[in-house]
């Protein structure tokens, strides 16, 4: 079956940087577009970053020149990396692959906090 299982989230300082990695088995990985959502207490999940099975990539506005999505198809495995955080970074961050308009899978989530 499908797992996407997502790390690396924890405390940052503000201007810190940490890098959450999403390891994933169960289907194809480099045949399929990977993304990163996240949700922030109150909020409504919303997509931070996508990476394409030929690696072109897209971001959100609020995230673009700070994030970094990439992905190693030899370890199954899409990479966050969030530079220059913001409190308003906070929130839990998701894996997220859609294989078909019906086959939609997320991984548990990992907390990311920034705070002084």
């Known amino acids: 079956q499908v797992q996407l299982v997502e790390s690396g989230g924890g405390l940052v300082q503000p201007g810190g940087s940490l890098r959450l990695s999403c390891a994933a088995s169960?289907?194809?990985?480099?045949?399929?577009?990977m993304n990163w959502y996240r949700r922030a207490p109150g909020n409504e999940r919303e997509l931070v970053a996508v990476i394409t099975s030929g690696g072109s990539t897209n971001y959100a506005d609020f995230v673009k020149d700070r994030f970094t999505i990439s992905r190693d198809n030899a370890k199954n495995t899409v990479y966050l990396q969030m530079n220059s955080l913001k409190p308003e970074d906070t929130a839990v961050y998701y894996c997220?692959?859609?294989?078909?308009?019906?086959?939609?899978?997320w991984g548990q989530g990992t907390q990311v906090t920034v705070s002084p």
């Open positions: 997220n692959v859609r294989i078909t308009p019906w086959r939609n899978y």
């Open positions: 169960g289907f194809t990985f480099s045949s399929n577009s």
